[in-house]
């Protein structure tokens, strides 16, 4: 069974720009959540999708977007890149539906974003 | 959110018990307690989860106190692999895991 794998492992990006990540959810898991994780923070919850429709967000502004696809493989999107958007992002994803309190979430290594 | 509080950093040595604890005094009914820990360069990966009874599994036990309001992982032999932040984290709902600053746990060989 495949873990969740995420791509690029690292990359960097100057003030202004836009970066797309991604994100392969484990088999048959078909919720996937991002988490912005800031050096020596705990991951702040960005959003969650199920079912390809965004299904909870938390305090980031609207140039964080993304996107689910119908094989459960993620996205993520920000627009006019900050200094701030520097950080770990982590994509997660769980077996069942949101509204569960049983659903276990599986993480991804992240891919390391650093704004110049 | 309903918020938990941990020590920011405990100390143990290698094969000796390690008990982290975790207070969540607001926490209702419905909340499952979940604890997660993330290993250096890697995304957090569960540990175990409990509502009101004690719960053991290969990796930890989680020791829930009978009000609820606090909770222990325990782990019964430490070694130097699990050194690592561990989070307590109250859920609601599912939709989404709020995550504190958590224990950062070093263990001496």
């Known amino acids: 069974e495949t873990g969740v794998t995420q791509s690029p492992t690292h990359l960097i990006k100057t003030r202004g720009q836009q970066v797309t990540l991604r994100c392969s959810s484990q088999?048959?898991?078909?919720?996937v959540s991002w988490y912005q994780q800031a050096l020596g923070q705990g991951p702040q919850f960005i959003f969650q999708?199920?079912?390809?429709?965004?299904?909870g967000r938390g305090n980031f502004p609207p140039r964080f977007s993304g996107l689910q696809f119908p094989n459960y493989s993620s996205e993520l999107n920000v627009n006019a890149l900050e200094l701030d958007d520097s950080a770990l992002y982590l994509c997660a994803s769980s077996p069942l539906g949101p509204g569960i309190n049983l659903n276990t979430q599986y993480f991804g290594p992240g891919t390391r974003l650093t704004v110049l | 959110d309903a918020k938990t509080t941990q020590p920011n950093s405990m100390e143990s040595n290698e094969e000796e018990p390690v008990h982290l604890p975790c207070n969540h005094s607001t926490i209702s009914g419905t909340d499952y307690i979940h604890w997660y820990r993330q290993l250096p360069s890697q995304g957090p990966e569960y540990v175990i989860h409990?509502?009101?009874s004690n719960v053991n599994n290969r990796m930890a036990s989680l020791a829930i106190a009978e009000d609820r309001k606090s909770s222990t992982l325990i782990l019964h032999r430490a070694t130097l692999r699990d050194a690592a932040v561990y989070y307590c984290i109250l859920i609601v709902r599912a939709q989404k895991l709020v995550f504190g600053q958590g224990t950062r746990l070093t263990i001496n060989p």
């Open positions: 088999s048959g898991h078909n919720t």
């Open positions: 409990g509502l009101t």
């Open positions: 999708y199920y079912r390809e429709e965004e299904n």
